[in-house]
């Protein structure tokens, strides 16, 4: 998978893009990950990338012709890319969602800041994506966020491409059920015998429950 970001901030991602697992994946070249930098495309001495909105009111807003170039570069030699607009106004990011772009052979992350974008931005996306219902500073915590979990969903990234199959939300919107090992007795707290039966079909049906339970009981916490 190719990935592209658009961004004022590439070096906010260098330290968790480096690390761990989405780094080994880099250097398999498995993940391709490439920065656009927003600056670059600025208007201007002082490359500027935004300006007052319209009609008044606070903050800055990105400007669409500065963006608009910064797209087109992006998509050079990209042209089957999906395009996706980091924004507090998107879809809520989810493990469906997650799937769907972890399918896609290049893709384009658009990270904005200030008070936001020019409107005439959203017509040249795809996608329109949040990671939830609050606000940050900008959009590259998300891109971060949504690129580690598409990541890992990409075939010879996980060392078992079987385990980001079976996890929480990848089937039937169901939690992932438990997980024990070793000691088998900890302060008390003991392993489900269960789990050391050898019966591999009885484990499976006790996981099945364990997982239908805790789903339901995190769904009615969550309201």
């Known amino acids: 998978m190719k990935i592209r970001?658009?961004?004022?901030?590439?070096e906010m991602f260098r330290g968790p893009f480096s690390c761990s697992i989405l780094g080994r994946a880099?250097?398999?070249g498995t993940i391709e990950i490439e920065y656009i930098n927003l600056r670059d495309f600025g208007v201007g001495p002082r490359r500027q990338i935004d300006d007052t909105p319209y009609g008044g009111g606070p903050g800055m807003i990105i400007k669409v012709d500065?963006?608009?170039?910064?797209?087109?570069?992006?998509?050079?030699?990209?042209?089957?890319a999906q395009t996706v607009l980091l924004t507090p106004q998107g879809k809520v990011f989810n493990q469906e969602t997650a799937t769907n772009f972890a399918a896609e052979k290049e893709i384009i992350f658009i990270c904005g800041h200030y008070e936001g974008f020019d409107e005439r931005i959203r017509t040249m996306v795809d996608h329109e994506v949040s990671i939830g219902k609050y606000i940050l500073t900008g959009g590259e915590i998300p891109a971060m966020v949504i690129v580690d979990s598409i990541s890992r969903l990409v075939p010879g990234v996980l060392g078992q491409d079987s385990s980001s199959v079976s996890e929480s939300f990848s089937a039937d919107h169901l939690l992932e059920y438990p997980q024990y090992t070793r000691p088998d007795d900890y302060n008390g707290q003991k392993v489900p015998n269960i789990l050391k039966s050898g019966n591999h079909h009885e484990i499976e049906n006790w996981r099945a429950s364990q997982a239908s339970i805790k789903s339901k009981k995190y769904k009615k916490i969550d309201g």
């Open 5 to 10: 970001i658009i961004t004022l901030f590439p």
């Open 26 to 28: 880099q250097e398999k």
């Open 66 to 80: 500065v963006m608009a170039k910064a797209i087109e570069s992006a998509k050079k030699n990209f042209q089957l």
